[in-house]
């Protein structure tokens, strides 16, 4: 049942992201090389799955949901850049700055950042007031107490000894807060009550966390081939990770915890939200 209902939002989000206007020009042919580079596609799909888990129709946001692979598109066409991570390789194929240059890789982020916001202020979306909200959301997590802030700690603090706490400070920024944005959008567009997006925003607050736990332990115990980039990018960065910091098994320990705590947020939904529960195992147990 879960591959099936991914696959249904998989197909809502993949549907919709085709026909959006693509020209025959370097900067859309830069963006849309990344945009169907492969990915998980985690942000569209929870946003997906949270609207229909309060009970709202997952058809009808599909444009937001789309909009937020756009922000993690661009953020991952900026993190390979040599002054950044410096990646030649992203899902198996060659970094946007590898085939398009620098210039042009830099400028694809930006667009698709930009466009992103568009969609989101898109007037056939819902209520102004639903959708004002998500707007607001969505920006304080791509900004600078969010997605980049937590991209600008990460980079200080490479070859620094760093706590447990410090840590997870960075990647609930980092790669948290848009999580957590993109279950709240969900919520939010679908008119699900506060108690519900609360719910959700607990969920996807720790569902954030373990992402990125199971991203520093991908990263020791996976190989390049089977990842779509290097393997070990940490280590040779001397970034401070849960590993490196608690070890393989502390760091699987956390792991466990935090996927644990996903699924306590999900009881004020009762038996219901079955594809949210086996969402936040499927973080716990893919490798890629």
Do not use: C
Request: glycine residues 10%; aromatic residues 6%; proline residues 3%.
């Amino acid at each position: 049942m879960f591959k099936e209902t991914f696959q249904r939002y998989l197909t809502m989000f993949e549907q919709t992201l085709a026909q959006l206007p693509w020209e025959d020009d370097v900067l859309n042919q830069s963006m849309y090389y990344s945009l169907v580079g492969g990915g998980k596609r985690i942000r569209p799909v929870l946003a997906l799955a949270s609207a229909e888990t309060v009970g709202g129709n997952p058809e009808l946001i599909v444009p937001a949901a789309v909009a937020l692979e756009l922000i993690h598109t661009y953020s991952l066409i900026h993190d390979d850049l040599p002054a950044m991570d410096n990646d030649d390789y992203r899902r198996g194929r060659l970094s946007n700055h590898k085939v398009f240059g620098e210039a042009n890789a830099i400028l694809a982020g930006d667009a698709l950042l930009t466009y992103a916001f568009e969609l989101l202020a898109n007037p056939q979306l819902g209520q102004p007031e639903r959708q004002l909200r998500i707007i607001r959301d969505v920006a304080i997590a791509a900004g600078k107490t969010g997605m980049v802030g937590g991209q600008v700690a990460d980079v200080a603090g490479e070859g620094k000894l760093l706590t447990l706490n410090e840590i997870e400070e960075i990647h609930k920024a980092k790669t948290g807060a848009l999580l957590t944005a993109s279950a709240r959008l969900g919520g939010i567009l679908a008119g699900g009550t506060e108690e519900q997006i609360q719910a959700l925003t607990s969920y996807a607050q720790a569902l954030g966390l373990a992402f990125q736990i199971k991203d520093d332990i991908l990263d020791v115990v996976g190989d390049s081939e089977t990842l779509g980039k290097p393997a070990g990018s940490d280590q040779r960065q001397n970034k401070a990770t849960y590993v490196s910091l608690l070890g393989l098994k502390g760091a699987e320990q956390q792991l466990h915890a935090q996927i644990q705590a996903a699924l306590f947020a999900l009881k004020p939904f009762g038996e219901e939200p079955i594809f949210l529960s086996d969402l936040a195992y499927y973080i716990e147990q893919r490798q890629h």
